[in-house]
Nanobody, 124 residues
Framework: VQLQASGGGLVQAGGSLRLSCAAS????????LGWFRQAPGKERELVAA????????YYADSAKGRFTISRDNAKNTVYLQMNSLKPEDSAVYYC??????????????????WGQGTQVTVSS
């Protein structure tokens, strides 16, 4: 399984970005999908996650009300729409996938597949 993230960039505070993550390879092995981020000197944080069906989602408190995660299983792609961006949202964003339908999507230890990351920089 390969995950390819894209859509990062430089944006002013208050702006929006839409990240995409396309899966390839053994995509039938992927169930839950999540977006993580890591800023310099900080631990990797789960920002949002979505179940295979899309019926269940998880958001970190920092993302609630501003970010929306969605997926298109026909395209093997997961998206993260980020609105009202703040400088503290600046980080490398990674998409990750779970290899079992029985994993809980907020469980950060249960992500088996990782993308390469895309940089998001929010200027003040």
């Amino acid at each position: 399984v390969q995950l390819q993230a894209s859509g990062g960039g430089l944006v002013q505070a208050g702006g929006s970005l839409r990240l995409s993550c396309a899966a390839s390879g053994r995509t039938l092995s992927i169930y839950g999908l999540g977006w993580f981020r890591q800023a310099p000197g900080k631990e990797r944080e789960l920002v949002a996650a979505i179940s295979w069906s899309g019926r269940s989602t998880y958001y970190a408190d920092s993302a609630k009300g501003r970010f929306t995660i969605s997926r298109d299983n026909a395209k093997n792609t997961v998206y993260l729409q980020m609105n009202s961006l703040k400088p503290e949202d600046s980080a490398v964003y990674y998409c990750a996938g779970q290899g079992s339908r029985y994993y809980s999507i907020p469980d950060i230890s249960k992500y088996d597949y990782w993308g390469q990351g895309t940089q998001v920089t929010v200027s003040s």
